[in-house]
């Protein structure tokens, strides 16, 4: 880490009102820092990145920014001009290197005129001009900027069909994304990403935190993916109840650190209490009696004592468990060859599964492959192309939509919840509570409500409807970590079944039994949590590597190899017919040794194989089998053609 200095703060506090947002907010970010921000929904996460970016001013302290710091902020990306691509609009973020190229260019030419050939010091001028114009562009990656682009837009899910879309027609997600992108094209000082996984897959946000680890800038984000913290931070900042406090290391660092101050605060307020009591107890006794003055004095002692203040625990919800009405039968669900479109578009087709009750399952797969489409399939809601689906007894499902579009923007948030069951304003009133609605909360519009709020709501209902299968999709968007861990201590309690989309990784390997991941159309499952299947991936694609490095290096052998020929049977051929029909002969069986290897090749890289152990063995040792065979062919081919 640099020892230059971004920025630092000093005593910086916000007020809205009559309302403390925070106050005493004190930090020093330096070059090349990775720092990620946490804290509950409503702590002012997003209130400092305001206050940073000068878009609030601050009631006290002071910012003090290095000179000619360059700070990017999403919030800060202007919506590209009409008609634009994906890739020109992430392109035109590039612009000084393309005003470069274009220099570059009129410089060549300018070079080739008879005026400036002719004379010598004109001719060095321009030479010399051009040579520091090709330096700074090559320093700044112009050879590479259209590979660049492309890099990043890929990486944050777009696919080379996307780059041509007009950006006016994207959707929400989308434009995100785009902003995204473009503000990860340009070389910041200080990177300031709030929820920036929000509308990425896994495989995206595994991207960009292999960009951020390795941005040379300082990044500054406020996340709610554990996952993401742990891999690119190297500080946290948590800010909760008004107070930032620092803390070294990644998320889960911050998490044992902040364990231990608490208990350690715990045991101070636990030890002063006592001294406390002791010493009321000693004034009590000696007030009237012969040590009545040093009753007093000791009185006025701890009337002036400073005590330590009782630890404040985080608010979380609290008690969330989801019970089933009544259990289901073992077999809960059965989908034969389903297959669904949307719309008349396929999504996927032959999807045989069985969900067993007890099971967690989690779907994965990129954004719009059809996950939300298969829910909505298994619960009636979209027709199946195909198939059917076969609910077993007693099952009882409800759904979590992602989207929330149920919820009734002008209902009130009592009025929700007592709409799910009969139950008094206090019932309802107790029940809002454990899930953080208190007081005047609870007449608000759901309208009004935030994404964290609207989300809990959901949460509320869920838990009233008894279901004993429950379908979530993103259950966890907009939920703060602390909110997070509360759901998922209630759904490994749950006694049901659960099939989960989610891309909190954290989430799914707390939970999840099998993966099923929908790619190409099709379904293909894996047994474990998040990290069994990632590690199961990784040793699929180290196979396939092998495989066609094997295949590669069996063809180059065969080629350069010299084989040495023995008299009896690799005797030149003489007749003229005969060399023809060996030739052909020998380019036959190469071409089919070389197409069955294919075949193996593509065997040895598919999942399906190595669900079978015998099956996986026998296509390997065919494999090597073919490989000894297709070198013997090579080297009876080389005698072939040796004879003409």
Sequence with gaps: MSNRIIIQSKNLALNYGSRRVFENVSFIIHEGDKVGLVGPNGAGKTSLFRALTGSEEPSEGTLNWTQGVRVGYLQQVRTPPAGQTVFTAALEELADILAMRTDIARLEKEMERPDVLNDESALEKVMSAYADLTHRYEEGGGYGAEAKVRSVLKGLGFTDDDFQLSAEVLSGGQKTRLALARLLLRPYDLLMLDEPTNHLDIIA??????????????????????YFLDKVSGRIFHLEMGCLTVYPGNYSRFLQLREEAMLAQKRAFTKDQAEVSRIEEYIRRNKAGVNAKQARGRETLLARRERIAKPVESMRLQDLKFIPQTASAEQVLVTHELAAEYPGRPLFSNLDLTVRRGECI??????????TSLFKVLLGELPPAEGDVLFGVRVKPAYYAQEQEHLNPDQRVLDAVRSMRPMTEEQARTLLGRFLFRGEDVFKPIGVLSGGEKSRIVL???????????????PTNNLDIGAKEALEEALADFPGT????????FFLDRLADRVLELADGRFTEYLGNYSDYRAKKLELEVAAKEATSKLEEAKQTSIASKVVKDNDHQRKISNPWKREQALKEAEARISQLEARLQELTEALASEETYRDGEYARKIQEEFEALQNKLTEAYAEWETVMESF
Excluded: C, P
Excluded at 207 to 225: C, M, P, T
Excluded at 362 to 371: D, E, M, P, Q, Y
Excluded at 498 to 505: A, E, F, Q, T, W
């Design 205 to 226: 946000t595994e991207w960009l935190e292999d960009y951020l680890q390795s941005y040379r800038g300082a990044v500054l984000v406020i996340s709610h993916d554990r």
């Design 498 to 505: 659960l099939m989960v989309i989610s891309h909190d990784r």
């Design 460 to 474: 509320a209902q869920l838990f009233l409807t008894g279901a004993n299968l429950l379908l979530l999709d993103e």
């Design 362 to 371: 989690a779907v994965l797969g990129k954004n719009g492959v059809g996950k």
